[in-house]
T-cell receptor, first 116, second 109 residues
Framework: IAGITQAPTSQILAAGRRMTLRCTQD?????MYWYRQDLGLGLRLIHYSNTAGTTGKGEVPDGYSVSRANTDDFPLTLASAVPSQTSVYFC???????????????FGPGTRLTVL | GQNIDQPTEMTATEGAIVQINCTYQTSGFNGLFWYQQHAGEAPTFLSY??LDGLEEKGRFSSFLSRSKGYSYLLLKELQMKDSASYLCAVMDSNYQLIWGAGTKLIIKP
């Protein structure tokens, strides 16, 4: 069982380019999340999805979009990358949707993105 | 606003005990989590507290006081592999996790 996988592991991207970060989980978890982690700051929620077909905005959604076509996949797209989006991006999943329970979030290995 | 405070860095000696504190002010409370994160890796779950008191799990224990907005993570019999960042996170009234910046724990021989 792989758990949560993310791709790519790292990427260097020119400003203005479009980029999709991939996230796949095989635990059949309902809820999935995208966070960014920057030095000196806590993890910040970008977007989330309580269940397939629904998405919601987190704390820092601007410049990012997501989709949840099925239970397993939750891609994050940067439509036109800017240097301030340089960060480490973590995808996570949990068995319960928001408002239903407080199950533990499990994290993927992360994608290190550099925008020049 | 919502706020989670924890020390930036702590140093301890192998074999000793260390306590990492976390204070919080959030919109609602649906539990407090502690995660461990080794450098360059993903956060991994350590503990969850929703009721006041101490939860013990092997060498690690976590304490919660909801009235004081306070938690601590206690690590006993420290090992070199415990060198990592420890993240405190609170689930708010919207069931979203609010994260502290993490405490980097350095273990010295």
């Amino acid at each position: 069982i792989a758990g949560i996988t993310q791709a790519p592991t790292s990427q260097i991207l020119a400003a203005g380019r479009r980029m999709t970060l991939r996230c796949t989980q095989d635990m059949r978890h309902n809820a999935m999340y995208w966070y960014r982690q920057d030095l000196g700051l806590g993890l910040r929620l970008i977007h989330y999805s309580n269940t397939a077909g629904t998405t919601g905005k987190g704390e820092v959604p601007d410049g990012y979009s997501v989709s949840r076509a099925n239970t397993d996949d939750f891609p994050l797209t940067l439509a036109s990358a800017v240097p301030s989006q340089t960060s480490v991006y973590f995808c996570a999943s949990s068995d319960s949707a928001s408002g239903v329970g407080t199950d533990t979030q499990y994290f993927g290995p992360g994608t290190r993105l550099t925008v020049l | 606003g919502q706020n989670i405070d924890q020390p930036t860095e702590m140093t301890a000696t192998e074999g000793a005990i260390v306590q990492i504190n976390c204070t919080y002010q959030t919109s609602g409370f649906n539990g407090l989590f502690w995660y461990q994160q080794h450098a360059g890796e993903a956060p991994t779950f350590l503990s969850y507290n929703v009721l006041d008191g101490l939860e013990e799990k092997g060498r690690f224990s976590s304490f919660l006081s909801r009235s004081k907005g306070y938690s601590y993570l206690l690590l006993k019999e420290l090992q070199m592999k415990d060198s990592a960042s420890y993240l405190c996170a609170v689930m708010d009234s919207n069931y979203q996790l609010i994260w502290g910046a993490g405490t980097k724990l350095i273990i010295k021989p």
